[in-house]
């Protein structure tokens, strides 16, 4: 049976994805650590949309977590058709102030875990040759960020792995895609444990979501959710990155001084 398999699915980006995928009446396989959030959201969206809708609760930061996901959709005989390897959270403040083991966590769950799911499910696509796979990167993959130092640093690589991976696979007919939003509207900043940044072009996942599925329609390597923040992230590439990272570091500054 074809699916469509979401990790992060539980909350925020990943839930809109399986929203609205499973109302293009599509199947779903939802993947996160919650597992009552997401047997509730399979329930609602079988029923809602006559869709199979399946989940499967797993730590996406543990090491054999990506093969258990893989063995398991072979388990269950399911082909997925589009990957959304939408799991990922974030840190901020001086990184020498930052938990080691949760920076180390969020390196195994933002980049390791999205290469592991990549790699796996990739392989059957090729074969077929057909499927997608959107990673979810950020603007804050663009450009390094003081104070996000490591978080930032993940979503580079989750947007240059991304691009590379892009024009690798067209001539297989599989579309790889990045998606980056910016600051958007979820549980992101209170999972992270900080206070989200002042920005006046906040987005509704639904609208990050609506970006990704109609850039990946057009065959796009990545696309960036919102005009201002794609401004913002060509604007950047026009300056040194050592004046970027100064910019970036004095907003930072400000903003846990509470000067906004
Ligand atoms: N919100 C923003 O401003 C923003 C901007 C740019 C990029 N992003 C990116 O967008 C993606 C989705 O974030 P969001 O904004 O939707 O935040 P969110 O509401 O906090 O959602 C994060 C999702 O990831 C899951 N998750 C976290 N740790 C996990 C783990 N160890 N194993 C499996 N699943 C895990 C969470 O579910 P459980 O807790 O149930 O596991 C949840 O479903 C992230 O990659 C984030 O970096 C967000």
Redesign the pocket.
Known sequence: MKTNLI????????EVFARKIAAQNENVLL????ED?LKRLCEELSERHNVDAQYIA????ERNAGARVFDETVRRKLDVEMLVN?????SMGDFLEQDLERELNMID??VRALVDLTYRFLAPMRERKSGAIIN?A???GFQPVPFMATYAAT?AFVLNFSIALWEENRQHNVHVMALC????D???FE?AQIDRPPSRAVQT?EAVVETALSALKRGRSHVVSGWPNFLMVEAERLVPRSIVARAAGAMMRKNKNGDK
Do not use: E
């Open positions: 990790t992060g699915a539980s909350s925020g980006i990943g993947v996160a650590r919650s959030k797993a730590d996406l930061s939408n799991a990922g959270f974030g769950l933002n979810v950020s603007t804050a979503k939003p910016g600051v958007t979820t549980n992101f999972a996942p």
